[in-house]
């Protein structure tokens, strides 16, 4: 708890003392991005970025991060924060909450992925019968929705767990905790090119947008489009364009990805899913 009130502190902090006085307004927003790796990774991707586009955009910003992407979403769904980076609110009952999407990366599509290490001696989806699975977090739609899916249609049965975080599922993996992970590919690409880790893909799902930047209701169309016009912005920027180019080095992505104009029809795969999804996933 310790750590995690320190990295709190020092992000609203650093987010408060970069806004200007002169553009500063009475109201607050808070911001959470799911937990795509570690807390302190994911605050280090994002506390840059953030700082940039409240600067950028007068609006003041802070972000709210939980220990695990679940204690995240579960802020956005306790009405505890106003922007997100998330596609966990794509569920028929989660879209009557109002979020209106207006952005997402520009990274390629997110493909989910059953993976083992390199040097596993599972070698087809049907050899992981009985064997244990980690994931993310129940919440990870391409990681977990998608990929445990695959499984129950197959009729394959595993053991489940749970990491908190892709990060903490990968190095359980290798660590021999567990016997394969599911995950997406831009996060398996990711942890492969930081961490040196050779991993075996078993299975490979078709193509789903990756998370969406998405605004509560309760945002007044005015901070919303200035917040929206600083996020899509950014990269014309040379400092936006720095600042991304380091986030993209940080998590180890290939190519730096900025943030483009999108809208709710963007994910209606993510819709589509829910429609035929085993009752467990819905």
């Known amino acids: 708890m310790k750590t995690l009130t320190g ?3 020092w992000l609203g902090l650093g987010l408060l003392l970069a806004l200007p006085s002169s553009q500063a307004s009475d109201r607050v927003y808070r911001f959470s991005p799911v937990n795509q790796w570690d807390i302190t990774r994911t605050a280090s991707y994002w506390n840059p970025i953030v700082r940039y586009v409240e600067s950028k955009s007068g609006v003041r910003l802070e972000l709210k991060i939980g220990r695990t992407s679940a204690d995240t979403t579960s802020y956005v769904l306790a009405e505890e924060v106003e922007f997100v980076f998330s596609n966990h609110l794509f569920s028929p009952d989660r879209e009557t909450l109002g979020w209106k999407v207006f952005g997402r990366r520009n990274a390629p599509p997110l493909r989910g992925q059953i993976a083992v290490p390199a040097d596993s001696a599972v070698r087809t989806l049907e050899d992981l019968q009985g064997k244990t699975m980690v994931y993310a977090g129940p919440e990870a739609f391409v990681g977990y929705k998608i990929t445990a899916a695959e499984l129950i249609n197959r009729g394959i049965k595993v053991n489940t767990t749970f990491g908190g975080n892709q990060n903490a599922a990968f190095a359980q993996m290798f660590a021999g905790k567990a016997d394969a992970t599911g995950s997406n590919s831009m996060l398996i690409e990711g942890y ?38 600083a996020f899509l912005s950014m990269h014309k920027d040379p400092a936006g364009q720095d600042i991304l180019h380091k986030a993209a080095q940080l998590v180890g992505l290939s190519q730096d990805a900025f943030f483009i104009p999108a809208s709710d029809a963007d994910y209606a795969s993510y819709k589509r899913f829910y429609k035929s999804a085993p009752a467990g996933l819905r």
Do not use: C, Q
């Not at 309760?218 to 919303?224: A, I, M, S, Y």
């Open 7 to 9: 990295i709190s502190l």
């Open 192 to 229: 492969a090119n930081r961490e040196n880790k050779k991993f075996r893909v078993l299975w490979t799902s078709d193509g789903y947008h990756d998370l969406a930047l998405m605004a509560s209701s309760k945002v007044p169309e005015t901070d919303l489009k200035a917040v929206a016009a």
